[in-house]
């Protein structure tokens, strides 16, 4: 068993900052990718960023390429999500997850842990 614990959320402004930080605890060492995703109020769940644990890959969503930069302490067990650059469409709420990576024509990563979740709000 794996939990995930999200922490860093709240509310900012348009162009302003935030870091999000995932700890791990449990099981971590079936852990071979880890995420952050999103989801907005009536909108469907958006992979944000991931990074798998082995290689270090990253991939972003197309609509935080060059704002956000996720990051991992593998001492820590703890992921990050450093987001610069904040829009009001960036209001979500953010989610961890973890699993492990597979390839089906692409490099995916199955999430079998999910943490709570914590709210990121950005006004205009």
């Known amino acids: 068993q794996v939990q995930l614990v999200e922490s860093g959320g709240g509310s900012v402004q348009a162009g302003g900052s935030l870091r999000l930080s995932c700890t791990a605890f449990g099981y971590t060492y079936s852990i071979t990718c880890m995420s952050w995703l999103r989801q907005a109020p009536g909108k469907e769940r958006e992979g944000v960023a991931t990074?798998?644990?082995?290689?270090?890959?990253?991939d972003y969503g197309d609509s935080v390429k060059g704002r956000f930069t996720i990051s991992q302490d593998n001492a820590k067990n703890t992921m990050y999500l450093e987001m610069n650059s904040l829009k009001p469409e960036d209001t979500a709420m953010y989610y961890c997850?973890?699993?492990?990576?597979?390839?089906?024509?692409?490099?995916?990563?199955?999430?079998?842990?999910w943490g709570r979740g914590t709210q990121v709000t950005v006004s205009s």
């Open positions: 997850a973890s699993g492990y990576r597979r390839w089906d024509g692409a490099l995916l990563c199955n999430y079998n842990y």
């Open positions: 990074v798998y644990t082995v290689d270090s890959r990253i």
